[in-house]
């Protein structure tokens, strides 16, 4: 559910960016090197390649049933062909600058962190994030020389302009004070007698690269840097480029990445949007306590509509917190906000309207207009800013003023008066047509549903790519084509 978490924020703001009309380049994939892997593939019988080939297909069909529109390829660090010459060429980039030196080195090792730690690090003698007592190593390593660039990330992290930004701020706090605390250099390469199962060092064939080293890079070799098939522009022209993170590893985007890039004479990324963990009723989610909630089963208690759950988590969930899944509540906000709220006031508009047996006739309120200009307004800011959840909660707030000002607008007790009631349930139309374009990033098939179920004239575009919300999209009865209102269907099924 974690991946679940991470995929869908990153998704949001994908088709966010695509729909304001950007042009987007949105890359995933899996890290799939390390002593972790090594050691899960020896405990099943299977070689690390096994493994990995068995679990990443696996990965891919679930994020197809989420929604999620990454763009090809999804990026594997075992591929030889796309992902290795890129890691290895900026190896010797980095040696070439002398930002590599090999050392003896004894240190304490977190097999689930993938890294060295420090005693400073560690609660108790034992990892606070994997509750286990580092192992003592002592080998011969490459380090990259981190320290010296202290000053350099302080200000990279900090500036204003051109500067590498952390979303939220909370989290950007955290990482200076890593700073504060004193960097230190990074082990970057271990024997491969400790480690087989990576990328070996170029030119030193007895070393097996730091799985961050490796893993980090994932980022511009899918776009083939430093190849033949290079497409850097992806990376070297856009507005903006966003890494989106969980917190745990932070300090190896926020730190360890812009570093090598600016050793290697690349753009540093723009932007840093750290998601927080997710509990299970307030429990972490762990085998031994049996509360494992398995993506696949949310997915099939909807039916296979992977919008509940994008719904859940963006609106129960501020961007950057820890957040919490319960069956209860996503079960709740499935009824009360899904179902009652919006599924049944499209419900009732339509129906009342279809009796009608009469075209829409949307008036030209000048409040109307004003009101709509004003919600795009806090809505773009709230989506730009990447405060998702504020955008959610406008726009269910919205859908409950709305399904007061039906209940008090009445149409139903105005037997005598047929253009007052084509007139409100036309103005409501309206306004749910709003409603289903700001919807499209997180439930973009509802979205999509919700539009065809008001035949507006742009529905059947509204799930490609390049589709973009237009100005005159966003602007009161703009849509001059849009006569007549489709056939109600129910939105959201009652829960068995
Ligand atoms: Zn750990």
Redesign the pocket.
């Given at each position: 559910m974690g991946q679940v978490l991470e995929k869908v924020l990153a998704d949001v703001v994908a088709r966010w960016f695509r729909l304001r009309g950007d042009s987007v380049r949105f890359q995933i994939g899996t890290d799939e090197h390390g002593v972790k892997i090594q050691r899960k593939a020896q405990q099943e019988g299977l070689t690390p390649q096994q493994l990995v080939d068995r679990n990443v297909p696996n990965f891919i069909a679930l994020y197809d049933r989420l929604g999620i529109t990454y763009d090809a390829p999804f990026i594997r660090t075992t591929d030889k062909v796309r992902h290795w010459p890129t890691v290895q060429a900026l190896w010797k980039k980095l040696e070439d600058a002398g930002m590599l030196e090999k050392r003896t080195y004894t240190g304490l090792y977190?097999q689930?962190?993938e890294r060295f730690?420090t005693k400073r690090d560690l609660v108790d003698g034992k990892?606070p994030?994997?509750h286990?007592a580092?192992e003592e190593v002592s080998e011969e390593n490459w380090f990259f020389l981190l320290e010296k660039e202290s000053g350099w990330l302080k200000k990279l992290l900090t500036q204003e302009k051109g500067g590498y930004h952390i979303v939220p701020q909370s989290r950007a706090h955290e990482t200076l004070s890593l700073i504060e605390q004193g960097l230190e250099d990074v082990s970057f390469s271990r024997p491969k007698s400790s480690l087989q199962w990576g990328i070996p060092v170029p030119g030193d064939e007895g070393q097996t690269m730091y799985v961050w080293c490796d893993a980090l890079t994932n980022y511009i070799s899918g776009l083939g840097y430093f190849t033949d098939h290079e497409e850097k522009e992806w990376w070297d022209k856009p507005a903006e480029v966003t890494h989106v993170i969980g917190k745990d590893i932070a300090r190896f985007h926020a730190l360890i990445w812009p570093a090598m890039l600016k050793t290697a004479g690349v753009r540093t990324p723009d932007r840093l949007l750290i998601h927080g963990f997710l509990t299970c009723d307030g429990q972490k989610m762990s085998k031994s306590i049996g509360n494992i909630v398995e993506p696949e089963e949310v997915l099939a208690k909807f039916g296979g509509n992977p919008d509940p759950l994008r719904f859940y988590l963006s609106h129960e969930i501020p961007v950057g917190n820890d957040g919490d899944f319960s069956w209860k509540r996503i079960e709740e906000i499935y009824d009360a906000v899904l179902r009652n709220n919006l599924g049944n006031l499209l419900n009732r508009v339509l129906v009342m309207l279809k009796k009608e047996g009469s075209g829409l006739r949307i008036d030209a309120k000048a409040s109307d207009a004003e009101q709509v200009m004003q919600k795009w307004e806090s809505y773009r800011e709230h989506m730009d800013g990447f405060a998702l959840h504020e955008a959610v909660k406008l726009i269910m707030e919205w859908v409950r003023l709305m399904n007061a000002g039906f209940n008090s607008a009445a149409p139903w007790t105005f037997k005598d008066d047929a253009a007052y009631r084509i007139n409100v349930l036309s103005g409501f139309s309206e306004y749910l047509r709003h409603i289903a374009l700001m919807l499209l990033p997180f439930a973009p098939d509802t979205a999509y549903r919700i539009s065809k179920q008001l035949n507006v004239p742009y529905a059947e575009k509204m799930l490609a790519r390049e589709f973009v919300i237009t100005k005159e999209m966003k602007q009161w009865g703009s849509q001059k084509d849009w006569k007549k209102v489709g056939e109600p269907e129910i939105l959201f099924k009652p829960l068995d």
């Open positions: 977190c689930g962190c730690m990892c994030d994997h286990a580092p």
